[in-house]
């Protein structure tokens, strides 16, 4: 289980405008792409030397290819990122202001304290 | 030697530059307080003529990233862009520019490294809210040049509680032995109670508002001891997951000095968090 990896996929995501529309339009698809192409790359290494172990299990994989908030909360994804990302992809969807966080702590009033540790 | 002029703690809120330039039916009902509140708290700073801008916040993974975590970081570059893409779509933060005090930066580093402090730097740092939001509330001329320090408040493991009040207590004297005859506004932001991305976000307030009362009791009394005693890493979580940026506060406790009452002090209740704000004069106010 690697909580770093999926931490990095919902980074890598978010700053990067196209990504964050690729995304919300394919999920499935943006998750296999980027595990092939980018789980192993360093970030601030630009010449092409990459890690070689990085990749998700089955679980984080599903998770992820359908954005599931409250599997990545459990799995202990960090929550500002899942947050930040989700905001971006889905506030539009909602009339309301704060609709889409609103509706997002509802999915998650089944947690009790402590919440999963998002400890990397 | 330098002067401080002025010890400054807040919470930092996003949302305040959206809300404070909207207009027309996109205003939210409670900017105008906010907005009174704000100008109020921005005066205990103009009140103070600083020279020299002492910025504590911390970077909310933008250029600090898992693979490579200082727990506390100095800023020592001649200029800092500020806020990030990411910050711009959720919050409607402009781009911002600011000029770097490296002199400032330079002392800080060789003191605190001699002090105990293995104190990382970066010399090349785009800065994001937990610094743009005290210059939008509290110097919106952006004129002054900064130090910007950011601890980690985020990404566990984190220092300990104590840890953070240390390295305020150092930055003080440290502050107070640079050779510079000019006068300094040390200013740090964090937070009360605050849940992101959990169950209890976005509520009709704070997610703990009796830990709110508490802390700003300890914040306006200067109880570093009884803080101290009732903080802990395991026990922040409780009032809130994000509750960790209340150590940003603990550290401006560090900075202002055990027993030291503040001078000014207000809060806000506002949905999703309690906003704070205490000022310190030390000397004071003759300073």
Redesign the interface.
Known sequence: MSK?LL??FL?TV??D?ELVERYREDPRATVEWWEAERANV???VLTGEKSTWLKFDDVEREALATFDIVKL?ELGA???????LG??MFERDYEEP?GY??H???M????E???PD??? | MATIAAVIASTHHPFYYRASTSTGAERPDFADEWVAKITSFRETLTRANPDVLVLVGSD???QI????MPQFLVGKAPFYDAN???EE??FGLPKMFFKGQENLSAHILRSGLDAGFDLAFSNELRIDHSVTCPMITLRPECDLPIVPIYTNI????LPQPKRYVQLGQAIRDIVETWPENLRVAIIGTGHLSLE????????PHGPDPEFDRKAVEWIASGDIEKALGEVSLESL??PG??THGFLDFMLMMGVAGAGQAADYVDTLDL?HTMEAYFTWYPKGGNA
């Open positions: 770093y931490d990095k980074y978010d700053r405008p360093i970030l601030n909360f960090h929550p500002f990122l899942s947050l930040t905001i971006a704060l966080q609103l997002y702590a509802q998650l009033k089944h947690f304290m402590p919440y998002i400890t990397t | 909310h993974f933008h990233w898992l693979d490579n990030w893409y990411n779509r959720e985020f990404a566990p493991p992101l991305g959990g169950p209890r976000q976005f509520g979580w409780e997951n994000a949905f």
